[in-house]
């Protein structure tokens, strides 16, 4: 059905009036400008970086055959062209997102091609943190002077490369806590965006690639007391979980909000890898000595996190009954609780277990009351999850496993059977 061609027929038939009908002609015809505009932006973006690369690599063909005044020519070439073309949209273009963002990415790649190709030719001695560490410094004013989302995206990469360079590569002859401050330069644009076009594409962008940064830099911190930081972990799970549950982000799709995505499912993979005996036995083994705990990075950044799940859980829950928390987000709490006593008692590892088959279970019935088959199957998927764990434990005989599977693929199949009933009857 086309509704564009049956408007005529709906007035006709005096469903709608000549004034609505216009106002559906505008709506569809400004949708189809926005598709074109944005397929114009990123084709715009890609084909800025393409030639970028394209010029860099026609360089290098004939490069060792080139003098060294004609190769510092060439060094700065890129970035001249750079700036000549976001100095352009800045006086001519200012309004067009497609301009804008091009050619602020064909600059932010020139800069790392002129750093690296001045490098080389006077031989200024370096390494890849510093390299990296320069060229994030020099591109992150065009995230602001050119108002770009593309330009902080690319920062934020460029950070997160940063921080595994220096935390976990280059360590311990490096370290990874400028990264922390580096963050925090890209955060008023991410809140500008979430002013102005909280519905747009690059906004999604920065809801995925904000916290995937953060929880691949958060393992940096680790230094001697390893054990510490799943509690670290666990809150940055529940931060994220609980921000992806903040009204912008619940009127919004599940595929943009990234938050609560990562926040879940890295709260529930965690749980799954320490439903096995591992690491409790080593945790029962450790001897720790309480001065190297609190004076440790794990131990500060385990607190920080904490307190600010903590507080994130309160504001949400302050007005609302104890039974409307989801399970995951205090699961932080539940863990160091746990966490305390697998120091001195095996019992850790049921509690984590029965923490898994709890949450499994309230999301089906969760799904079951919003009569929504995703989130219904994921529940069952979080139980099979843990069946198939159980399946690898050494400790439980093939009759109860095989029991196990055999359960959950009748649970599959009765759920999504009496769902579809369901709607049927509703129908």
Request: positive net charge.
């Amino acid at each position: 059905m086309n509704i564009l061609k049956d408007i005529p027929e709906l007035v006709k038939a005096e469903v709608i009036s000549p004034e609505t009908a216009e106002k559906i002609r505008d709506y569809y015809r400004n949708k189809g400008g926005q598709s074109t505009n944005r397929l114009f932006v990123v084709f715009g973006i890609l084909g800025a970086v393409l030639i970028g690369l394209g010029i860099i690599l026609i360089i290098a063909h004939n490069w060792d055959e080139l003098s060294r005044t004609t190769k510092t020519f060439f060094a700065f070439l890129p970035l001249f062209a750079g700036q000549i073309l976001c100095g352009f949209t800045l006086f001519k273009k200012p309004d067009s997102v497609a301009w804008r963002e091009s050619s602020t990415a064909f600059l932010f790649f020139a800069v790392g091609a002129s750093i690296s190709l001045v490098s080389q030719v006077y031989n200024i001695p370096g390494n890849l943190s510093s390299f990296l560490l320069t060229w994030m410094l020099l591109c992150l004013p065009l995230v602001y002077v050119m108002k770009s989302s593309i330009a902080s995206l690319l920062y934020l990469i460029g950070i997160t490369y940063y921080a595994g360079e220096t935390g976990y590569w280059s360590y311990p002859s490096s370290e990874s806590y400028l990264y922390w401050i580096l963050l925090s330069g890209c955060l008023p644009h991410y809140y500008l965006l979430y002013k102005n076009k909280p519905e747009s594409n690059f906004m999604t962008f920065h809801n995925w690639l904000i916290p995937l940064s953060v929880i691949i830099t958060l393992g940096t911190v680790s230094k001697g007391t390893k054990e510490l930081m799943f509690i670290a972990y666990f809150s940055l799970f529940a931060c994220f979980y609980l921000l992806g549950n903040l009204k912008f982000f619940t009127h919004q799709r599940s595929r943009n909000n990234g938050f609560k995505t990562l926040g879940a499912l890295g709260t529930i993979v965690l749980l799954l890898a320490l439903s096995f005996d591992w690491f409790w036995e080593d945790l029962r083994n450790n001897d720790f000595q309480f001065n190297a705990i609190i004076t440790s990075p794990e131990f500060s950044a385990s607190v920080i996190l904490t307190i600010l799940a903590a507080g994130l859980l309160f504001l949400q829950q302050k007005n609302k009954p104890l039974n409307s928390i989801n399970p995951i987000a205090p699961v932080f709490i539940l863990f160091i609780i746990t966490f305390l006593l697998g120091l001195v008692s095996p019992i850790s590892i049921i509690l984590i277990n029965l923490f898994v088959l709890a949450i499994g279970v309230w999301t089906i019935w969760d799904g079951a009351k919003q009569d929504h088959l995703g989130i219904l199957n994921f529940g069952l998927l979080i139980i099979m999850a843990l069946v198939v764990c159980r399946f690898f434990d050494e400790h439980l005989g093939f009759l109860i496993r095989g029991t196990l599977f055999v359960s959950v693929g009748i649970g599959f199949f009765a759920t999504n059977y009496w769902m579809l009933k369901k709607r049927k009857t509703n129908e």
